[in-house]
Protein backbone atom coordinates (compact mmCIF):
# COMPACT_ATOMS: atom_id res chain seq x y z
CA UNK A 1 0.00 0.00 0.00
CA UNK A 2 3.09 2.33 0.71
CA UNK A 3 5.72 0.65 -0.67
CA UNK A 4 7.78 2.73 -2.67
CA UNK A 5 10.73 1.90 -5.43
CA UNK A 6 12.85 4.38 -4.12
CA UNK A 7 13.10 3.18 -0.37
CA UNK A 8 16.38 1.51 -0.55
CA UNK A 9 18.04 4.74 -1.70
CA UNK A 10 16.86 5.61 1.79
CA UNK A 11 18.69 3.29 3.97
CA UNK A 12 22.09 2.75 4.54
CA UNK A 13 21.94 0.85 7.81
CA UNK A 14 23.24 -2.02 8.58
CA UNK A 15 21.26 -5.34 7.40
CA UNK A 16 21.42 -7.44 10.23
CA UNK A 17 20.39 -6.06 13.41
CA UNK A 18 17.50 -7.31 15.51
CA UNK A 19 16.97 -3.48 17.51
CA UNK A 20 15.22 -0.35 15.75
CA UNK A 21 16.85 1.66 18.80
CA UNK A 22 18.35 0.83 21.45
CA UNK A 23 19.01 3.66 24.39
CA UNK A 24 21.52 3.28 27.40
CA UNK A 25 21.08 5.81 30.06
CA UNK A 26 19.91 9.02 27.77
CA UNK A 27 19.97 11.90 29.46
CA UNK A 28 18.25 15.35 29.08
CA UNK A 29 18.18 18.74 31.00
CA UNK A 30 16.78 21.93 30.22
CA UNK A 31 18.26 24.62 33.01
CA UNK A 32 17.52 22.51 36.12
CA UNK A 33 14.86 20.05 34.81
CA UNK A 34 16.14 16.85 34.20
CA UNK A 35 13.71 15.55 31.07
CA UNK A 36 14.93 12.34 30.89
CA UNK A 37 17.02 10.88 33.66
CA UNK A 38 18.58 7.51 32.30
CA UNK A 39 16.16 6.28 30.16
CA UNK A 40 16.77 2.95 28.81
CA UNK A 41 15.03 1.85 25.61
CA UNK A 42 14.94 -1.82 23.33
CA UNK A 43 12.75 -1.33 20.30
CA UNK A 44 12.53 -4.18 18.19
CA UNK A 45 12.53 -4.40 14.16
CA UNK A 46 8.80 -4.34 13.03
CA UNK A 47 5.26 -3.60 14.58
CA UNK A 48 4.14 -1.11 16.85
CA UNK A 49 6.29 0.00 19.86
CA UNK A 50 4.34 2.18 22.23
CA UNK A 51 5.61 4.91 24.60
CA UNK A 52 3.28 5.54 27.69
CA UNK A 53 3.89 8.33 30.42
CA UNK A 54 2.10 11.01 32.43
CA UNK A 55 2.35 14.56 31.42
CA UNK A 56 6.40 15.92 31.77
CA UNK A 57 7.34 12.44 31.85
CA UNK A 58 9.82 12.68 28.84
CA UNK A 59 7.80 11.40 25.57
CA UNK A 60 8.10 13.86 23.38
CA UNK A 61 12.13 15.05 24.76
CA UNK A 62 13.37 11.42 24.25
CA UNK A 63 11.64 11.31 20.60
CA UNK A 64 13.35 14.18 19.71
CA UNK A 65 16.65 13.07 21.18
CA UNK A 66 16.37 9.82 19.17
CA UNK A 67 15.00 11.47 16.04
CA UNK A 68 18.18 13.79 16.05
CA UNK A 69 16.16 16.81 16.84
CA UNK A 70 17.76 17.66 20.30
CA UNK A 71 21.39 16.94 21.39
CA UNK A 72 22.01 14.03 23.95
CA UNK A 73 23.20 15.73 27.16
CA UNK A 74 24.45 11.67 28.61
CA UNK A 75 23.94 8.21 27.86
CA UNK A 76 23.88 6.96 24.34
CA UNK A 77 21.60 5.82 21.55
CA UNK A 78 21.27 4.00 18.30
CA UNK A 79 19.09 3.92 15.84
CA UNK A 80 18.95 1.25 13.18
CA UNK A 81 22.27 0.60 13.90
CA UNK A 82 23.66 4.26 13.59
CA UNK A 83 24.71 6.29 16.34
CA UNK A 84 22.56 9.24 16.97
CA UNK A 85 25.47 11.66 18.04
CA UNK A 86 28.20 10.44 16.11
CA UNK A 87 25.85 9.51 12.34
CA UNK A 88 23.07 11.93 12.72
CA UNK A 89 22.98 12.34 8.98
CA UNK A 90 22.48 8.39 8.47
CA UNK A 91 19.63 8.33 11.45
CA UNK A 92 17.84 10.86 9.36
CA UNK A 93 18.01 9.77 5.86
CA UNK A 94 16.29 6.63 7.55
CA UNK A 95 13.67 7.67 9.70
CA UNK A 96 10.23 9.99 9.61
CA UNK A 97 9.09 11.69 12.80
CA UNK A 98 5.55 13.31 12.97
CA UNK A 99 5.14 15.33 15.76
CA UNK A 100 1.87 16.38 18.19
CA UNK A 101 1.52 19.98 16.10
CA UNK A 102 0.92 19.19 11.79
CA UNK A 103 4.04 20.78 9.79
CA UNK A 104 1.80 21.34 7.03
CA UNK A 105 1.91 25.00 5.11
CA UNK A 106 -1.53 25.76 5.65
CA UNK A 107 -2.16 28.31 2.80
CA UNK A 108 -1.06 25.65 0.15
CA UNK A 109 -3.58 22.91 -1.20
CA UNK A 110 -3.18 18.77 0.23
CA UNK A 111 -1.36 18.04 -3.44
CA UNK A 112 1.04 21.31 -3.38
CA UNK A 113 2.35 20.38 0.32
CA UNK A 114 3.21 16.98 -1.05
CA UNK A 115 4.22 17.80 -4.61
CA UNK A 116 6.74 20.08 -2.55
CA UNK A 117 8.22 17.74 -0.20
CA UNK A 118 8.67 14.67 -3.26
CA UNK A 119 10.40 17.63 -5.17
CA UNK A 120 12.32 18.00 -1.99
CA UNK A 121 13.29 14.71 -2.02
CA UNK A 122 14.87 14.34 -5.51
CA UNK A 123 11.37 13.06 -7.60
CA UNK A 124 10.94 13.98 -11.06
CA UNK A 125 7.73 16.38 -11.03
CA UNK A 126 5.72 13.57 -13.04
CA UNK A 127 6.73 11.07 -9.72
CA UNK A 128 6.29 13.32 -7.45
CA UNK A 129 2.86 13.57 -8.91
CA UNK A 130 2.32 10.22 -8.74
CA UNK A 131 3.64 9.68 -5.81
CA UNK A 132 1.20 12.19 -4.25
CA UNK A 133 -2.13 10.61 -5.65
CA UNK A 134 -0.87 7.32 -4.64
CA UNK A 135 -0.80 8.71 -1.24
CA UNK A 136 -4.40 10.68 -1.38
CA UNK A 137 -5.38 7.27 -2.06
CA UNK A 138 -4.27 5.36 0.42
CA UNK A 139 -5.29 7.90 2.84
CA UNK A 140 -8.95 8.67 1.71
CA UNK A 141 -8.07 12.24 0.97
CA UNK A 142 -8.36 12.17 -3.08
CA UNK A 143 -11.42 14.65 -2.72
CA UNK A 144 -9.86 16.94 -0.78
CA UNK A 145 -6.26 17.30 -2.71
CA UNK A 146 -7.07 20.64 -4.33
CA UNK A 147 -8.24 22.14 -0.77
CA UNK A 148 -6.05 24.67 1.24
CA UNK A 149 -4.92 22.46 4.07
CA UNK A 150 -6.29 25.25 6.23
CA UNK A 151 -9.90 24.18 5.49
CA UNK A 152 -8.99 20.53 6.58
CA UNK A 153 -10.90 19.35 9.24
CA UNK A 154 -8.42 17.89 12.67
CA UNK A 155 -8.32 14.25 11.06
CA UNK A 156 -7.52 15.27 7.39
CA UNK A 157 -4.64 17.45 8.67
CA UNK A 158 -3.38 14.60 10.48
CA UNK A 159 -3.71 11.99 8.22
CA UNK A 160 -1.87 13.75 5.58
CA UNK A 161 0.78 14.74 7.71
CA UNK A 162 1.36 11.25 8.21
CA UNK A 163 0.74 10.61 4.60
CA UNK A 164 3.67 13.72 4.15
CA UNK A 165 6.31 11.77 6.70
CA UNK A 166 6.16 9.02 4.09
CA UNK A 167 6.26 10.91 0.97
CA UNK A 168 9.82 8.03 0.62
CA UNK A 169 8.97 4.86 2.86
CA UNK A 170 10.90 5.08 6.55
CA UNK A 171 12.37 2.07 7.68
CA UNK A 172 11.29 3.45 11.18
CA UNK A 173 8.46 6.33 11.87
CA UNK A 174 8.38 8.24 15.10
CA UNK A 175 4.56 9.26 15.94
CA UNK A 176 4.38 11.60 18.73
CA UNK A 177 0.44 11.46 19.73
CA UNK A 178 -1.03 11.04 16.47
CA UNK A 179 -4.13 11.22 17.29
CA UNK A 180 -4.62 14.09 20.38
CA UNK A 181 -7.48 16.09 19.92
CA UNK A 182 -9.05 13.53 16.66
CA UNK A 183 -12.43 12.16 16.97
CA UNK A 184 -13.48 8.19 17.64
CA UNK A 185 -13.87 7.87 13.52
CA UNK A 186 -10.77 9.54 12.80
CA UNK A 187 -8.45 7.74 15.23
CA UNK A 188 -10.06 4.65 13.55
CA UNK A 189 -8.55 5.59 10.14
CA UNK A 190 -5.22 7.08 11.63
CA UNK A 191 -5.13 3.47 13.07
CA UNK A 192 -6.19 1.91 10.12
CA UNK A 193 -3.17 3.94 8.70
CA UNK A 194 -0.17 2.96 11.36
CA UNK A 195 -1.20 -1.16 10.95
CA UNK A 196 -1.10 -0.78 7.04
CA UNK A 197 2.86 0.96 7.71
CA UNK A 198 3.89 -1.71 9.99
CA UNK A 199 2.08 -4.29 7.73
CA UNK A 200 4.75 -2.69 4.43
CA UNK A 201 7.86 -3.18 6.74
CA UNK A 202 7.97 0.17 8.75
CA UNK A 203 8.75 -0.11 12.49
CA UNK A 204 6.50 2.33 14.47
CA UNK A 205 7.41 3.85 17.96
CA UNK A 206 4.41 5.34 19.15
CA UNK A 207 3.75 7.81 22.19
CA UNK A 208 -0.01 8.45 23.22
CA UNK A 209 -2.25 9.56 25.95
CA UNK A 210 -4.82 7.03 24.87
CA UNK A 211 -4.43 3.77 26.91
CA UNK A 212 -7.23 1.85 24.60
CA UNK A 213 -4.87 3.01 21.54
CA UNK A 214 -1.67 1.72 22.92
CA UNK A 215 -3.65 -1.35 23.45
CA UNK A 216 -4.87 -2.06 20.05
CA UNK A 217 -1.32 -1.19 18.16
CA UNK A 218 1.50 -1.94 20.65
CA UNK A 219 3.33 -5.24 20.50
CA UNK A 220 5.24 -3.95 23.25
CA UNK A 221 4.93 -1.08 25.34
CA UNK A 222 7.35 0.85 27.74
CA UNK A 223 5.84 3.27 31.17
CA UNK A 224 7.78 5.93 31.68
CA UNK A 225 7.86 8.36 34.64
CA UNK A 226 10.31 11.13 35.50
CA UNK A 227 12.08 10.65 32.46
CA UNK A 228 12.65 6.56 33.65
CA UNK A 229 11.13 4.17 32.00
CA UNK A 230 9.57 1.84 34.91
CA UNK A 231 7.68 -0.71 33.49
CA UNK A 232 8.42 -2.33 30.30
CA UNK A 233 6.44 -5.74 28.49
CA UNK A 234 3.69 -6.67 26.45
CA UNK A 235 0.17 -5.27 27.11
CA UNK A 236 -0.80 -8.75 28.61
CA UNK A 237 2.51 -8.95 31.05
CA UNK A 238 1.88 -5.28 32.39
CA UNK A 239 -1.60 -6.03 33.11
CA UNK A 240 -0.73 -9.43 35.00
CA UNK A 241 1.99 -7.12 37.05
CA UNK A 242 -0.93 -5.60 39.15
CA UNK A 243 -3.19 -8.56 39.40
CA UNK A 244 -4.51 -11.26 38.19
CA UNK A 245 -7.89 -9.54 37.68
CA UNK A 246 -10.15 -6.42 38.49
CA UNK A 247 -13.50 -6.61 40.15
CA UNK A 248 -15.93 -3.66 38.93
CA UNK A 249 -18.49 -3.35 41.31
CA UNK A 250 -22.01 -0.87 40.40
CA UNK A 251 -23.99 0.05 43.90
CA UNK A 252 -27.85 0.64 43.34
CA UNK A 253 -27.67 3.20 45.65
CA UNK A 254 -24.95 5.88 45.91
CA UNK A 255 -25.99 6.07 50.50
CA UNK A 256 -24.37 2.31 50.65
CA UNK A 257 -21.26 2.88 48.56
CA UNK A 258 -19.07 3.85 51.42
CA UNK A 259 -19.74 0.78 53.61
CA UNK A 260 -19.98 -1.51 50.20
CA UNK A 261 -16.34 -0.80 50.03
CA UNK A 262 -15.43 -0.88 53.71
CA UNK A 263 -17.05 -4.39 53.69
CA UNK A 264 -15.07 -5.50 50.44
CA UNK A 265 -11.63 -4.15 52.11
CA UNK A 266 -12.16 -6.74 54.61
CA UNK A 267 -13.37 -9.85 52.81
CA UNK A 268 -11.41 -9.52 49.94
CA UNK A 269 -8.31 -8.22 51.92
CA UNK A 270 -6.96 -5.65 48.94
CA UNK A 271 -7.46 -1.89 48.43
CA UNK A 272 -10.76 -0.80 47.42
CA UNK A 273 -10.99 1.77 44.98
CA UNK A 274 -14.09 4.43 44.87
CA UNK A 275 -14.62 5.61 41.26
CA UNK A 276 -15.29 9.43 40.35
CA UNK A 277 -18.67 7.83 39.34
CA UNK A 278 -20.49 7.92 42.26
CA UNK A 279 -22.05 4.28 42.04
CA UNK A 280 -18.63 2.52 40.98
CA UNK A 281 -16.04 0.42 43.06
CA UNK A 282 -13.11 -0.99 41.57
CA UNK A 283 -10.76 -3.59 43.18
CA UNK A 284 -7.17 -5.22 41.48
CA UNK A 285 -8.39 -8.97 42.83
CA UNK A 286 -5.01 -12.09 42.78
CA UNK A 287 -7.70 -14.57 44.33
CA UNK A 288 -10.64 -14.60 42.17
CA UNK A 289 -11.76 -17.26 44.21
CA UNK A 290 -13.04 -14.58 47.31
CA UNK A 291 -15.50 -12.87 44.55
CA UNK A 292 -17.48 -15.58 44.93
CA UNK A 293 -18.07 -15.19 49.29
CA UNK A 294 -17.87 -11.36 49.19
CA UNK A 295 -20.41 -10.21 46.75
CA UNK A 296 -23.69 -12.48 48.28
CA UNK A 297 -22.10 -10.67 51.57
CA UNK A 298 -22.49 -7.36 50.52
CA UNK A 299 -26.79 -8.20 49.08
CA UNK A 300 -26.77 -10.00 52.99
CA UNK A 301 -26.12 -6.69 54.37
CA UNK A 302 -28.39 -4.71 53.27
CA UNK A 303 -26.12 -3.32 49.91
CA UNK A 304 -27.58 -4.07 47.25
CA UNK A 305 -25.42 -4.49 43.74
CA UNK A 306 -26.46 -3.25 40.02
CA UNK A 307 -23.81 -4.72 38.13
CA UNK A 308 -20.30 -6.31 38.80
CA UNK A 309 -17.91 -7.62 35.88
CA UNK A 310 -14.82 -9.46 36.97
CA UNK A 311 -11.69 -9.39 34.20
CA UNK A 312 -8.29 -8.65 33.47
CA UNK A 313 -6.98 -5.16 34.79
CA UNK A 314 -7.21 -2.61 31.82
CA UNK A 315 -3.91 -0.02 30.83
CA UNK A 316 -5.93 2.46 32.25
CA UNK A 317 -5.24 0.64 35.48
CA UNK A 318 -1.92 -0.41 34.74
CA UNK A 319 -1.12 2.87 34.19
CA UNK A 320 -2.28 4.24 37.50
CA UNK A 321 -0.87 1.69 39.80
CA UNK A 322 2.94 1.97 38.42
CA UNK A 323 2.64 6.23 38.46
CA UNK A 324 0.05 6.75 40.91
CA UNK A 325 -1.69 9.38 38.76
CA UNK A 326 -4.11 8.68 35.44
CA UNK A 327 -3.90 9.34 32.30
CA UNK A 328 -4.94 13.23 31.12
CA UNK A 329 -4.43 14.78 28.04
CA UNK A 330 -0.18 15.53 27.28
CA UNK A 331 1.40 18.75 27.15
CA UNK A 332 4.93 19.21 25.50
CA UNK A 333 7.74 18.11 27.71
CA UNK A 334 9.93 20.68 28.69
CA UNK A 335 12.13 22.13 26.41
CA UNK A 336 13.90 25.54 24.98
CA UNK A 337 11.71 28.22 24.01
CA UNK A 338 10.11 27.54 21.25
CA UNK A 339 6.65 25.96 21.07
CA UNK A 340 6.50 24.25 18.17
CA UNK A 341 7.56 20.61 16.90
CA UNK A 342 10.17 20.00 14.42
CA UNK A 343 9.83 17.27 11.84
CA UNK A 344 12.44 15.36 10.19
CA UNK A 345 11.30 13.99 7.10
Request: aromatic share 4%; charged share 25%.
Amino acid sequence: MYSDARASTRTGAPAHTDLAIEAEGLVKRFGDNTAVDHLDLRVPMGGVYSVLGPNGAGKTTAIRMLATLLPIDGGRATVLGHDVAAEPDAVRESVALTGQFASLDEDLTGAENLLLLGRLYGYSRRSARARADQLFAAFGLEDAAGRQVKNYSGGMRRRLDIAASIIVTPRLIFLDEPTTGLDPRSRNQVWDIVRALVAGGTTVLLTTQYLDEADQLAGRIAVIDHGKVIAEGTPGELKASVGSGTLHVRMLDTAHRPQAAQLLRELLAVPVVEESDPFALTARIDDPARVGAALPALHDAGLPIATYALGQPTLDEVFLALTGKPTEPDTPDARPTDQHEETAR
